[in-house]
């Protein structure tokens, strides 16, 4: 079967759907505005969130390291417009949601009937290293030898500190250019670009991650349809047929056809409009504690971020995609 590839078409009338719970918000109770004092008091044992009527958070999301700390597994939004209905975050750079708020509650309850999932990070990685693709293909075009633990190191400093990305062909061509000055007399050469371009579309360049075709058929087991949310381009839904993951998916939806890339939430909104779901149905799970985690929460949809790294899981974060299935099985 071959994959849906959703279009800008598809995702340019995105409705704006309120979820449930509009009309409450959480908040830190007014000694504990200044969020150096909160944190302070948080360091000491104090504190905690506090409920109260109202529209909308007055907690800002403050930092971009932001892991969520969240009840029952799955982080619930109580709101999904970012700029009203904003997250606290604790001491620790985490994102809190108060259990015991009604519209976090309504969520807890309402049943996941799909999920959506990020690509990079999550279902697979460049394979040996972005560093080494570059390498091979720079030499395979006739551009000489390269270190690729220099590449590596150069492109992960640029795409730490990168602006406006838009993950468009010019914004890769831009990235390249700068991964390459000082390495080669022309580093914005088109052949150049092209051949590097054209090497990350090929399926021998990413490793799909051990435990994903098993959470997945685990998953499908369950009746939860699935589709691929993702900052990409137009090479994606192509990769993951070459890489045989197109069958699990209703659709790949990648940022460059979308409202905005992740985490802009109109993206999310726009997968649960293909999906015909109202948001609060649809989980997302994805590596970034911002750009998935975040921006799904916005969006109105439940989210839940997936860290490899880490020894052991806990409410809110997984260590692979095979413990999804238990998680939906619990609740």
């Given at each position: ?11 340019r009338h ?13 908040r ?11 944190r ?22 403050t ?34 949601i ?7 509650s ?37 551009f000489?030898d ?11 400093a ?28 022309n ?10 371009w054209?090497?990350f579309?090929?399926?021998r ?6 435990d ?25 839904a192509?990769?993951l047929?070459d890489?045989?993951l ?14 905005g ?9 726009a ?10 149905a ?9 750009e998935?985690?975040?921006g ?12 490899r ?10 260590c692979s ?11």
């Amino acid at each position: 079967m071959r994959v849906r590839r959703a279009t800008r078409e598809d995702a340019r009338h995105v409705t704006l759907r309120p979820c449930a719970g509009l009309g409450h918000r959480c908040r830190r109770s007014p000694e504990r505005d200044d969020l150096r004092s909160y944190r302070r008091s948080q360091r000491k044992g104090s504190g905690g969130l506090h409920c109260h009527r109202s529209h909308g958070y007055s907690s800002p999301l403050t930092s971009e390291r932001a892991q969520p700390d969240l009840h029952a597994g799955v982080c619930q939004p109580p709101n999904k417009f970012a700029r009203r209905f904003q997250l606290s975050v604790s001491a620790t750079g985490r994102l809190r949601i108060p259990s015991s708020c009604p519209a976090v509650s309504e969520h807890l309850r309402a049943p996941i009937r799909a999920i959506t999932l990020d690509a990079g990070g999550t279902l697979l990685e460049p394979w040996p290293s972005v560093g080494q693709v570059y390498a091979d293909a720079a030499a395979d075009a006739g551009f000489g030898d390269f270190n690729a633990v220099e590449l590596n190191d150069r492109f992960g400093a640029l795409w730490r500190r990168r602006v406006a990305f838009d993950y468009s062909r010019e914004s890769w061509a831009r990235l390249v250019a700068a991964t390459m000055t000082g390495l080669t007399p022309n580093p914005a050469a088109p052949e150049l670009f092209d051949a590097i371009w054209q090497r990350f579309a090929e399926a021998r360049s990413w490793r799909v991650f051990p435990d994903v075709r098993p959470g997945l058929d685990a998953l499908i087991s369950l009746g939860i349809r699935l589709a691929v949310v993702s900052n990409w381009d137009e090479r994606l839904a192509p990769l993951l047929q070459d890489l045989e993951l197109s069958g699990y998916f209703e659709f790949v939806l990648p940022s460059i056809d979308s409202p905005g890339p992740k985490p802009d939430p109109r993206i999310f909104t726009a997968a649960a409009d293909l999906l015909g779901l109202p948001p609060e149905a649809v989980l997302h799970v994805g590596d970034s504690a911002q750009e998935d985690v975040a921006g799904a929460i916005a969006a109105g949809l439940k989210a839940i971020l997936l860290d490899r790294a880490a020894n052991q899981s806990r409410a809110g974060r997984i260590c692979s995609l095979t413990e999804l299935r238990d998680r939906l099985a619990d609740r």
